[in-house]
C-alpha cells in the first residue's frame, strides 16, 4: 500500500518502522515543527530523524488547511494516511484524500478514554486491561469508527514510561496487521465515551494529596511516572516519589496513628512511611531535591526523617 504517515513523539516511531519493515511504500511523512532546545538549537522529532535516516521526504506544516499542502497530498495518490500522535487536527479536506481513508492508532480501547493521555490515566485510574484501538478517522476527537482492538493486561507495578513502551510496540503491529487485512473489516461505531477524557497531564497534576487513600496515590504514583513524576514537600524541597507500596500490618508500626493529620512522614527500620485516609503509604524509591534517586533504605543512611513532619507544606 502506498501511505502517508503523519506522527510525532516517541511513540509514532515504531508504526513508522513496522509499516517500512512490511514492505508498504511510505512515501511522504508529516510531523511538528522542530522545537528549540538549549542554546536556543533546533531539534527534530523523533519521527523526523526516522524518516530521514529512511530516505522519505519529510513536511512541518504549520497550517493544516494550506492549499499547497493539500495539493501535495493529493499528489500522493495515497491509499492510507496513518495518524499516530501528530498532535494537528486534520480538517474533512484531508481526511477525504485517501482512497481508503484515514487510520489512526490510539493507546486505549475506544471508546474509553479519548484525548491526548489515554497511557497515564488508564494506570491512574486503576484499570485492569488496556491496549490500542485501530480507527477509521472522522472530524471528531478520537470518536471515529474501529476498525480493530489489540488488548493487553495492566501490570501492577505499571508505570507510564512502560506502558507507553509496551503499546508503542503493539501499535506498530496493529496497524500493519489492520492493514493487511482491511478488506475484511467492518468498521464498528464506538457509542459514547465510557470514561472521562484523557486530558492531556500537566506537572502540577504530579503533586500528591495525602487526604486520598494510599491505593489512588500509588497509582498516581506509577502514573506519572516517567514524567512528570509524583512529588510532595519536605522541609522546603520538593520530595520526588518514584515507587511506593499500600502498607500492610499497619497496626505493627509503631508511633502511627491514622487519626492524626494526613501527610505526616515517619521512619522505621530503614523504612519510610507517610499516612494517607485511612491508610498508609510505604515509599521504596524517592529523590530529594538537588540530590539522586535512592532507595527509602539508602536515603535515611545519609539522614533522619523528622518524625510526624507533614509533608507537602
Excluded at 507495578?157 to 492493514?179: C, H, N
Amino acid at each position: 500500500m502506498k501511505i502517508v504517515f503523519m506522527g510525532t513523539p516517541d511513540f509514532s516511531v515504531e508504526p513508522l518502522k513496522e509499516l517500512v519493515k512490511a514492505g508498504h511504500d511510505v512515501s511522504l511523512v508529516l510531523t511538528r515543527e522542530d522545537k528549540k532546545r538549549n542554546r536556543g538549537e533546533l531539534s527534530p522529532t523523533p519521527v523526523k530523524e526516522l524518516a530521514l535516516s529512511l530516505n522519505i521526504p519529510v513536511l512541518t506544516p504549520s497550517k493544516m488547511k494550506d492549499e499547497a499542502l493539500i495539493e501535495r497530498l493529493k499528489s500522493e495518490n495515497a491509499d492510507f494516511f496513518v495518524v499516530v500522535a501528530y498532535g494537528k487536527i486534520l480538517p474533512k479536506v484531508i481526511l477525504d484524500i485517501p482512497k481508503f481513508g484515514c487510520i489512526n492508532i490510539h493507546a486505549s480501547l475506544l471508546p474509553e478514554y479519548r484525548g491526548a493521555a489515554p497511557i497515564q490515566w488508564s494506570i491512574v485510574d486503576g484499570k485492569e486491561k488496556t491496549g490500542i484501538t485501530t480507527m477509521l478517522m472522522d472530524e471528531g476527537l478520537d470518536t471515529g469508527d474501529i476498525l480493530k482492538q489489540y488488548e493487553i493486561e495492566i501490570d501492577k507495578k505499571e508505570t507510564g514510561g512502560s506502558l507507553f513502551d509496551k503499546l508503542a510496540v503493539l501499535g506498530g503491529e496493529a496497524i500493519v496487521d489492520t492493514i493487511a487485512n482491511f478488506e475484511s473489516i467492518v468498521p464498528t461505531p464506538q457509542g459514547e465515551a465510557t470514561t472521562e477524557y484523557a486530558k492531556m497531564i500537566s506537572k502540577s497534576m504530579g503533586e500528591i494529596d495525602f487526604n486520598k487513600p494510599a491505593v489512588e496515590i500509588e497509582r498516581l504514583i506509577r502514573g506519572m511516572n516517567p514524567w512528570p513524576s509524583a512529588y510532595t514537600r519536605y522541609q522546603g524541597k520538593v520530595l520526588k516519589i518514584w515507587e511506593a507500596d499500600v502498607a500492610e500490618n499497619i497496626s505493627e508500626l509503631p508511633n502511627i496513628n491514622l487519626s492524626e493529620n494526613y501527610g505526616k512522614i515517619y521512619s522505621f527500620n530503614s523504612r519510610i512511611f507517610i499516612i494517607c485516609n485511612q491508610s498508609i503509604l510505604e515509599v521504596l524509591s524517592l529523590q530529594l531535591e538537588g540530590k539522586k534517586r535512592m532507595s527509602a533504605k539508602d536515603f535515611l543512611m545519609g539522614r533522619e526523617i523528622e518524625q510526624g513532619y507533614k509533608v507537602g507544606i
